[in-house]
């Protein structure tokens, strides 16, 4: 017997995630500090950002001839990006740095194919990605956590374990003192506490580790407002710069044709004193529940190429840490 | 593996049906995420999917020694703009070890528990379905979590035209696995041409339901247990409403009017409501044409249905009459 059946379907029944273009791998070219950045107004940008460049260099050849996650006889897709902090406070302008980055990369023979704005973690245009972010933070569960009661969670903070009893609740009787203790240690724990904001002056700051990972999700292509992609690149025209950083766009495309912002994997090339943030990067992203179309569309896609991609989002993310 | 959930439905808690633009609003829990919603059959808009992280031991009938680390999925729906759904399900998995992996491998999983121990998946099954077992598992508690989030929502007034009692659908489903491969040519299919549903009244608020289906339609049967609950709340609500009415102790015209004024929510606010399986995939729909069969949900209904209209039609004809006297002495 055959039955002649009509397919219903409403279009908002549908869950509907745009998806984003996607290189094989991101490149973070180094990350400056305001303060490292402010005191070249002494020695000019080209010293120091020549000798930064050139310091990263072979990591980032190693890090594109190493990647041979790919069908032979294909390039990979590679793009790079750089980051500039002007979320805690405004400093220098684009007119004056982005030449000056863009010239002591070129002197190296490095591309700066992408610039972003570290305030755009935070704001981008109107979309509060961090706070999307946090939004989907699912804390890492200690034992003995039935559902029964929400998150023990300390306002602003996040965790890998269980904080010293007492330090979250005031109204507990401390019998003396017990050690934080890591989900999931191995033999010992590494307790790890990360502040992903504090009130200044009645405003909420989000911390340095908490944009970082925004940046890093960006980077992924897993960040979506309303199914829509967010800091979509913008391409800047280096003759035409604004001396404000924010009439910059969240992400500006400074080179002609580069691979697309987004990849599966990200690495960044950084010094070694970055090694406390990104701890607590990789602590925030491990307990973010990215979006699972975003996700899904990035896993087949990569599937389509042949590319292996681990599913926990946090283990797509590599550095190479320089003294 | 086995899959379970818990279900809360009730009224929406607002004096008319809430229109569909503000149950979307209202159903906005997660900031920067889509409510999907549909008109027809029916109006239904379902929230975000929420996930906790749990860590804990799961109820087994002999307390046997488990372990479940992983993710329930949360949401809530209003249909109709007038029944309001907090839902939470998740899978229980094998672990692959004893020891707890890093938070982000079980995050990269949602809506599973993976589940260490020695315990079969019947053992957790009836644990979950059995009494209550104090430090193990809580669905009930994000469910009741979901339900104070959206009461506070300000597209809600708070002022629900009557009252009544909330029902928990508590359903585990046994999901036969199917490894790719295994069916020999010729062999009997398995279960897949023939899902089971057992569905308990387990007390005055509290229903359970037994399932067991292929691992293909795993995904479907959520909504097949949120329907379930949705028209087994409009039974519960609509034959107690009858009850509390009292048509048949009504001896006079004027108690019978009463009577009638009581049953009137149901008919303002619920009647419409019912469409079994409207949304649910049609490869379960046998299963609930098995329910359909016992304890036949439809059957009961259209009976009550009748009844509140016998009362409507009886009550109109006695109203009639006194009109007519009265229109006949003048």
Redesign the interface.
Known sequence: MTKAEMVFGEVTAQRKVASVPLSHLSIELGHLYREDLAAEEITGYGRRLGHHFKSIRPWVDALRHGFTDIRPGRAPRISTCFLVDDYFGEFSTPAELIPALVTAADSVGLQIDYLARESGCADADGVPLAALVESRLVDDPPPDTTGTRPPARETGWLSNGQRTPGSTEALSVVSGWAAPTENGARNHSIFVDVEMWNEQDGRRVWSCPFLAAVWQLLRLGLLRNLGEPVAVPAQLALADLPTSWAELPVVSQLTPRPAPFSAYRTASVLASRFLPVELAVRTILSQVHVDPDADQQVMTRSGAEAVTLPAEVVDRVSYVFLS | MLAIGEIRTGLVQNSTSVPANLTVRALAL?????V?????PIA?AVSPDR???????LATPTRVRTRG?G??VSRAAITGGRVLQASTHTVLVAAGSD???????Y????GIIEVAGRARFADLADGYLGPPQP?????A??NE?ILDDIVVRPELDRRPPFRVARTTLRWVAEIADEPPGARVRGAPAPAEDEPEAQFWLASGTLRTARLSLPASQLSTVVELCEDLALHDWLLTTVTGLIERSRPDAAATSAASTAAVARMRPAVDHLLHLWMPAARVD?RLLPLWESLERRPGFTRQWNVSVNRIRDQIAVTTVGLLGVVAEGVARA
């Open positions: 997660l900031p920067g995420e889509l999907r919603s549909s008109e027809r239904y996930l906790t992280g749990l860590d804990c031991r680390v993710t329930a020891r707890r992996l890093p938070w982000a491998h995050l990269a999983r949602p430090a193990t598992l809580d669905l508690a994000l979590r049609r």
